[in-house]
């Protein structure tokens, strides 16, 4: 019995160490390794619910932000709306309205200023309501002699033509002269030669022919032929006799008559400025000239810093009325001048200009400011205008002034409300 007791404590003494071991033997979970230094620990997958994920009904996605954008266009200054039918007005405006809807279209998706003031353009040239393009007006040999320019106020590259008679889009050619020359200008003959290596759209010059053009040729042309028999006669006259104070008086009133006859036909020109989400600014504009031009003639809307400027530390300006003026005191370009040099605010750069520099009757500009704001001023009759921004502007005008700033918000409230209904 002793014997078997002291087998048992043997057994146990040799299978203890082995069950022992294999305890031993079994994993151990492995601490977590520390983070590096400087690396934030990982938070673990499970998370508190945030309020979105606790009340998903009640939280709303944040609105994507907004480009922010301005955008002017004109269809040129002269005569006011109250010489023009109910009909005549609401087709102008509609045909704004067009031009403004892809240009604030292109801006709004984030497009560049250049391709709104381009796309603008071309609406209105196609258009032949306006002296652009489709519309343009005859010079004195009876034919056309289409002008335009663009800008780019990011890098200051411009572009611009004179002088065509077959391309149907003088503005984009303009841009193909800023983009694929070292050119700034190129006119006539050589224009259209690389119009015909661009492959633009080419027509022929009566497909810019237009029974209103073509009056208000008539209806000049008749003038100017009265004019010269009258002046012919006069100075025959003259040889012979004073003219007595009676005759002297009348002869200052009918030239006064002529004056005013002359600047209300010279007057018509299309344009637009921008501004684009990326702070670019651009200018573009485009005109078939004054009637009855001489042959060859060339104004301000092909000349850079006369009829269009543009710079993203200033402005960009396009310009509208009597070529000759605006070139001699380089109108675009000193509205930017002065809000460079003089720090002055775009409205008292534009409305120095139409009132010191320029003579009432002259004409009428449109301009945006790097900071989005719009000016659209004139000292004729009357401009066709149209302006819209990022913050909810949109207005269509054919007024017969300026409006003053509290006139100016309700005028663009009714237009706004008219563009609505």
């Known amino acids: 019995m002793t014997r078997y007791v002291w087998i048992l404590c043997l057994l146990s003494c040799l299978l203890l160490p082995a069950h022992w071991l294999a305890a031993q033997e079994k994993p151990v979970p492995k601490p977590a390794a520390a983070p590096p230094a400087g690396e934030q620990e990982k938070k673990p997958e499970t998370q508190p619910a945030t ?63 250049l391709e709104a003031v381009e796309n603008v353009i071309v609406i209105l040239e196609n258009d032949p ?14 034919s ?7 800008m780019d106020g990011k890098n200051g590259a411009c572009g611009a033509v004179a002088g065509v008679s077959h391309v149907k889009n003088p503005i984009s050619l303009a841009r193909l002269v800023m983009t694929e020359t070292p050119h700034v200008l190129l006119s006539g003959t050589g224009a259209e030669v690389f119009a015909k290596k661009q492959n633009v759209h080419w027509v022929e010059p009566n497909y810019f022919d237009t029974p209103r053009a073509k009056a208000s040729f008539e209806r000049f042309k008749l003038r100017i032929e009265s004019q010269n028999a009258e002046k012919k006669k006069e100075a025959e006259d003259a040889s012979k006799k004073r ?10 009133i009918r030239g006064a008559e002529d004056s005013k006859f002359e600047r209300q036909w010279n007057i018509g020109t299309v344009g637009c400025v921008a501004l684009d989400a990326n702070g670019n600014l651009a200018a573009g504009t485009s005109t078939g000239g004054m009637t009855y031009k001489q042959f060859g003639r060339v104004g301000d809307s092909p000349i850079v810093g006369a009829g269009t400027y543009a710079d993203n530390a ?70 066709a205008r149209a302006a819209a921004d990022s913050d909810g502007r949109f207005e269509i005008i054919w007024g017969d002034a300026t409006p003053k700033p509290k006139e100016a918000t309700k005028e663009a409230a009714k237009e706004t409300e008219a563009v609505k209904k």
Do not use: W
Not at 80 to 105: D, E, M
Not at 144 to 150: G, P, Q, R
Not at 243 to 252: F, M, V
Not at 363 to 380: C, P, S
């Open 51 to 113: 309020p979105a994920e606790s009340a998903p009904n009640k939280a709303a996605e944040p609105e994507p932000s907004k480009n922010k954008y301005a955008i002017a266009i004109h269809g040129g200054a002269g005569s006011s709306a109250k010489n023009a039918s109910a009909a005549s007005i609401a087709k102008r405006k509609a045909s704004l309205k067009t031009a403004l809807q892809k240009g604030v279209g292109i801006l709004e998706s984030g497009g560049s200023a």
């Open 129 to 142: 309501q306006f002296n652009a393009g489709k519309g343009a007006v005859f010079n004195a040999a009876g």
């Open 144 to 150: 056309h002699e289409l002008d335009a320019s663009i």
């Open 243 to 252: 003219p007595s104070p009676a005759e002297q008086t009348l002869l200052r």
């Open 314 to 383: 200033t402005c960009a300006v396009s310009s509208t009325g009597i070529g000759e003026e605006y070139i001699r005191n380089v109108v675009a370009y000193d509205v930017a001048a002065q809000m460079k040099y003089k720090n002055s605010s775009l409205t008292d750069a534009v409305q120095d200009n139409l009132k010191r520099r320029l003579r009432k009757g002259d004409g009428g500009l449109i301009a945006v400011d790097k900071d989005g704001n719009i000016e659209m001023g004139f000292n004729t009759g009357g401009m």
